[in-house]
């Protein structure tokens, strides 16, 4: 009698095992196993969930990823310029190890032909994974094991959602194209325009905790509040982040020859390089270091393309940014069409007059007056606008 029971408890408990793992196989939010058997394509704004998904069931030649600096990036307008089909599956803050482990999992399921890549600073710390996405809560999605990507189902959200098979956004995303899928410009363009946008709403904290360097600056009234490291120290650094650069980067335009390469430095605002000059200038010289270096590649092999703009005059426009490193969705069009005529290349012969030319400019612009700005226009936020704009009186245009 006891046999039969502990048959018909496992025969029931496999029964419906196989019953929810198959509910969980049709339903498929993310698109991993195949395309959705009820309604359209749709994206969900995890990109480091996502991306397996799209591998599967979107049709791409080309990529654009980055961070949030590509993802007002037009896909479909990088497709009319470069050619082939674009999709942009850029993830904000992503570091260049994260961005690895996806491109690997894209160029075993893609025959791609170009990739558009942002250098973002991550160069400088060689970090390896975010603490706010930590890696093992999506990295099996890219490995050869179909089974486990199952676990990326296994919480309370998703076992809500299957439970009515819902089609709710929260649930399975929003229906996108991959022109531009986590654009954010739209949401935050009250933002750009005048440094006065900067401070609108709850982004007066954010702004004080981004330029808090800046703010003990201008208090100190000193040119600088950093040395540099000692030299043996600084060439140990170096090392490190061209090695990082040489492991998460180079290391896949060598092993895919067919394969177009184009780097791209955001172009920050002048705040941050002027920033890295006086008060990390270590950080400073590690970003010469590596664009000589990735210049020095790009002279060799045939499918690598490095672009930077820190040379130009609108990284001094503050109205094209709305901190000091996000920036206009209109320069996002504009560097499609700046590297499709390679404007910006570096090249052996152009990179030490462009090392110059942006020390001048790190060195030259007014942090002190910026700080200034921030710290009066912070104090008297809530006396009304004709309060802020006293904190402009004399100082540089450029500043705002």
């Given at each position: 009698?006891?046999?039969?029971?502990?048959?018909?408890?496992?025969?029931?408990?496999?029964?419906?095992?196989?019953?929810?793992?198959?509910?969980?196989?049709?339903?498929?939010?993310?698109?991993?196993?195949?395309?959705?058997?009820?309604?359209?394509?749709?994206?969900?704004?995890?990109?480091?969930?996502?991306?397996?998904?799209?591998?599967?069931?979107?049709?791409?030649?080309?990529?654009?990823?980055?961070?949030?600096?590509?993802?007002?990036?037009?896909?479909?307008?990088?497709?009319?310029?470069?050619?082939?089909?674009?999709?942009?599956?850029?993830?904000?803050?992503?570091?260049?190890?994260?961005?690895?482990?996806?491109?690997?999992?894209?160029?075993?399921?893609?025959?791609?032909?170009?990739?558009?890549?942002?250098?973002?600073?991550?160069?400088?710390?060689?970090?390896?994974?975010?603490?706010?996405?930590?890696?093992?809560?999506?990295?099996?999605?890219?490995?050869?094991?179909?089974?486990?990507?199952?676990?990326?189902?296994?919480?309370?959200?998703?076992?809500?959602?299957?439970?009515?098979?819902?089609?709710?956004?929260?649930?399975?995303?929003?229906?996108?194209?991959?022109?531009?899928?986590?654009?954010?410009?739209?949401?935050?363009?009250?933002?750009?325009?005048?440094?006065?946008?900067?401070?609108?709403?709850?982004?007066?904290?954010?702004?004080?905790?981004?330029?808090?360097?800046?703010?003990?600056?201008?208090?100190?009234?000193?040119?600088?509040?950093?040395?540099?490291?000692?030299?043996?120290?600084?060439?140990?650094?170096?090392?490190?982040?061209?090695?990082?650069?040489?492991?998460?980067?180079?290391?896949?335009?060598?092993?895919?020859?067919?394969?177009?390469?184009?780097?791209?430095?955001?172009?920050?605002?002048?705040?941050?390089?002027?920033?890295?000059?006086?008060?990390?200038?270590d950080k400073f010289q590690i970003h010469c270091a590596v664009?000589?270096?990735?210049?020095?590649?790009?002279?060799?092999?045939?499918?690598?393309?490095?672009?930077?703009?820190?040379?130009?005059?609108?990284?001094?426009?503050?109205?094209?940014?709305?901190?000091?490193?996000?920036?206009?969705?209109?320069?996002?069009?504009?560097?499609?069409?700046?590297?499709?005529?390679?404007?910006?290349?570096?090249?052996?012969?152009?990179?030490?007059?462009?090392?110059?030319?942006?020390?001048?400019?790190?060195?030259?612009?007014?942090?002190?007056?910026?700080?200034?700005?921030?710290?009066?226009?912070?104090?008297?936020?809530?006396?009304?606008?004709?309060?802020?704009?006293?904190?402009?009186?004399?100082?540089?245009?450029?500043?705002?």
């Amino acid at each position: 009698m006891y046999q039969k029971q502990i048959i018909v408890f496992f025969s029931a408990f496999i029964t419906a095992l196989l019953v929810f793992l198959g509910a969980l196989y049709i339903y498929d939010p993310l698109s991993l196993f195949h395309t959705p058997y009820f309604g359209q394509k749709r994206i969900h704004p995890n990109m480091r969930l996502q991306i397996p998904g799209i591998a599967n069931t979107y049709d791409f030649d080309s990529i654009i990823i980055g961070s949030s600096m590509l993802e007002n990036t037009s896909a479909d307008e990088a497709s009319k310029l470069f050619g082939g089909s674009f999709a942009n599956l850029s993830i904000a803050g992503s570091d260049f190890f994260e961005r690895s482990l996806i491109l690997e999992h894209l160029l075993e399921k893609k025959d791609l032909q170009a990739i558009i890549y942002s250098l973002d600073k991550y160069y400088l710390g060689q970090r390896r994974g975010s603490k706010s996405f930590p890696l093992q809560k999506y990295a099996y999605l890219y490995d050869n094991n179909r089974l486990n990507d199952l676990k990326v189902y296994l919480n309370t959200k998703n076992m809500r959602c299957l439970a009515t098979f819902s089609t709710n956004k929260y649930c399975v995303g929003k229906t996108k194209t991959l022109n531009a899928p986590n654009a954010w410009f739209s949401e935050y363009s009250v933002h750009f325009g005048s440094i006065d946008n900067w401070f609108i709403g709850k982004t007066r904290k954010g702004i004080k905790r981004e330029f808090k360097d800046i703010i003990r600056l201008s208090e100190s009234e000193r040119g600088t509040i950093a040395t540099p490291q000692n030299q043996n120290g600084l060439k140990d650094n170096i090392k490190s982040a061209i090695t990082y650069i040489d492991e998460y980067i180079i290391r896949h335009v060598l092993e895919n020859p067919d394969i177009d390469f184009h780097l791209l430095f955001p172009p920050y605002s002048r705040i941050r390089y002027s920033k890295w000059y006086h008060l990390a200038p270590d950080k400073f010289q590690i970003h010469c270091a590596v664009l000589r270096y990735l210049t020095t590649r790009s002279s060799t092999l045939h499918n690598l393309q490095v672009y930077a703009y820190g040379d130009f005059d609108f990284l001094d426009d503050l109205a094209n940014y709305k901190d000091e490193s996000h920036f206009h969705e209109s320069i996002n069009s504009w560097l499609l069409y700046a590297m499709n005529e390679h404007i910006g290349i570096l090249t052996e012969e152009r990179v030490e007059e462009y090392i110059v030319s942006i020390t001048n400019k790190a060195r030259n612009f007014n942090l002190l007056a910026l700080g200034k700005i921030i710290t009066c226009y912070l104090d008297n936020y809530d006396f009304g606008e004709a309060k802020r704009n006293e904190c402009l009186i004399g100082l540089d245009k450029n500043l705002w």
